[in-house]
Protein backbone atom coordinates (compact mmCIF):
# COMPACT_ATOMS: atom_id res chain seq x y z
CA UNK A 1 0.00 0.00 0.00
CA UNK A 2 1.09 3.57 -0.86
CA UNK A 3 0.25 6.26 1.21
CA UNK A 4 0.02 9.70 0.63
CA UNK A 5 -0.58 12.33 2.93
CA UNK A 6 -1.98 15.78 2.01
CA UNK A 7 -3.90 19.23 3.68
CA UNK A 8 -0.95 20.40 5.97
CA UNK A 9 -0.06 24.21 6.85
CA UNK A 10 -0.26 27.07 8.67
CA UNK A 11 -3.22 28.11 10.92
CA UNK A 12 -3.81 29.56 13.93
CA UNK A 13 -4.59 28.63 17.12
CA UNK A 14 -8.49 27.87 17.64
CA UNK A 15 -8.28 26.74 13.87
CA UNK A 16 -8.94 24.29 11.99
CA UNK A 17 -7.75 21.73 9.36
CA UNK A 18 -8.31 18.87 7.43
CA UNK A 19 -5.62 16.64 6.25
CA UNK A 20 -5.75 13.40 3.66
CA UNK A 21 -4.52 10.43 3.34
CA UNK A 22 -4.83 8.47 0.00
CA UNK A 23 -4.02 4.90 -0.66
CA UNK A 24 -3.10 3.24 -3.68
CA UNK A 25 -1.82 -0.26 -4.54
CA UNK A 26 -4.33 -2.59 -2.72
CA UNK A 27 -7.59 -2.66 -1.21
CA UNK A 28 -8.07 -0.36 1.20
CA UNK A 29 -10.72 -1.36 2.94
CA UNK A 30 -8.47 -4.61 3.96
CA UNK A 31 -6.53 -1.74 6.03
CA UNK A 32 -7.23 0.21 9.44
CA UNK A 33 -5.86 2.86 9.83
CA UNK A 34 -3.86 5.56 11.84
CA UNK A 35 -2.30 9.03 12.26
CA UNK A 36 0.46 9.88 14.34
CA UNK A 37 2.95 13.32 15.07
CA UNK A 38 5.98 13.81 15.51
CA UNK A 39 6.86 17.55 17.11
CA UNK A 40 9.99 18.56 17.19
CA UNK A 41 12.59 17.16 19.16
CA UNK A 42 9.67 14.60 20.54
CA UNK A 43 8.91 10.71 19.40
CA UNK A 44 6.38 10.30 17.19
CA UNK A 45 2.90 9.44 19.30
CA UNK A 46 -0.60 7.94 18.11
CA UNK A 47 -2.87 10.38 17.45
CA UNK A 48 -6.13 8.46 16.63
CA UNK A 49 -6.90 5.06 14.39
CA UNK A 50 -10.03 4.12 12.38
CA UNK A 51 -11.07 -0.03 11.57
CA UNK A 52 -11.52 -0.88 8.40
CA UNK A 53 -15.14 0.05 7.60
CA UNK A 54 -14.98 2.85 9.66
CA UNK A 55 -17.49 1.42 12.21
CA UNK A 56 -15.02 2.15 15.29
CA UNK A 57 -12.37 5.42 16.01
CA UNK A 58 -9.77 5.58 18.98
CA UNK A 59 -8.17 8.75 19.72
CA UNK A 60 -5.58 9.72 22.12
CA UNK A 61 -6.65 11.88 25.07
CA UNK A 62 -4.33 14.68 24.09
CA UNK A 63 -6.93 15.10 20.49
CA UNK A 64 -9.82 13.28 21.84
CA UNK A 65 -12.79 15.68 21.49
CA UNK A 66 -10.90 17.97 19.09
CA UNK A 67 -9.77 16.00 15.86
CA UNK A 68 -12.01 13.15 14.36
CA UNK A 69 -11.20 10.31 11.82
CA UNK A 70 -13.23 8.84 8.98
CA UNK A 71 -12.67 7.42 5.43
CA UNK A 72 -14.11 7.08 2.53
CA UNK A 73 -13.17 3.42 1.28
CA UNK A 74 -14.87 4.13 -2.31
CA UNK A 75 -12.25 6.85 -2.45
CA UNK A 76 -9.48 5.43 -0.79
CA UNK A 77 -8.71 7.85 1.51
CA UNK A 78 -8.83 8.53 5.22
CA UNK A 79 -9.04 11.97 7.23
CA UNK A 80 -8.08 13.69 9.93
CA UNK A 81 -10.46 16.80 11.02
CA UNK A 82 -8.55 19.04 13.57
CA UNK A 83 -10.54 21.32 14.96
CA UNK A 84 -9.22 24.12 17.96
CA UNK A 85 -5.94 23.29 17.43
CA UNK A 86 -3.38 24.79 19.85
CA UNK A 87 0.24 25.48 19.38
CA UNK A 88 1.48 22.19 20.52
CA UNK A 89 -0.78 20.31 18.25
CA UNK A 90 2.44 21.81 15.53
CA UNK A 91 4.17 18.59 14.43
CA UNK A 92 4.56 16.49 11.19
CA UNK A 93 1.39 14.22 10.42
CA UNK A 94 1.83 10.89 9.33
CA UNK A 95 -0.41 8.33 8.39
CA UNK A 96 -0.09 4.59 8.35
CA UNK A 97 -2.25 1.31 7.62
CA UNK A 98 -2.18 -1.46 9.84
CA UNK A 99 -3.51 -5.62 8.68
CA UNK A 100 -4.91 -5.86 11.68
CA UNK A 101 -8.63 -6.05 11.94
CA UNK A 102 -8.89 -4.12 15.62
CA UNK A 103 -7.57 -0.81 16.65
CA UNK A 104 -3.70 -0.94 17.30
CA UNK A 105 -1.39 1.79 18.82
CA UNK A 106 1.96 0.62 18.68
CA UNK A 107 3.75 2.11 15.46
CA UNK A 108 5.10 -1.31 15.26
CA UNK A 109 1.86 -3.01 14.55
CA UNK A 110 2.11 -0.73 11.52
CA UNK A 111 2.82 -1.76 8.06
CA UNK A 112 2.84 1.04 6.13
CA UNK A 113 3.73 4.53 6.38
CA UNK A 114 3.30 7.65 4.18
CA UNK A 115 5.59 10.41 3.80
CA UNK A 116 4.34 13.10 6.47
CA UNK A 117 2.84 16.77 6.30
CA UNK A 118 3.64 19.57 8.70
CA UNK A 119 1.03 21.49 10.79
CA UNK A 120 2.15 24.51 12.36
CA UNK A 121 0.11 26.41 14.78
CA UNK A 122 0.66 29.80 15.63
CA UNK A 123 -0.49 31.60 18.77
Known amino acids: VQLQASGGGLVQAGGSLRLSCSASGQTFSNYGMGWFRQAPGKEREFVGAVTRVGGITYYADSVKGRFTISRDNAKNTVYLQMNSLAPEDTAVYYC?????????????????WGQGTLVTVSS
Open 96 to 112: AATRSASIVLPENQYNY
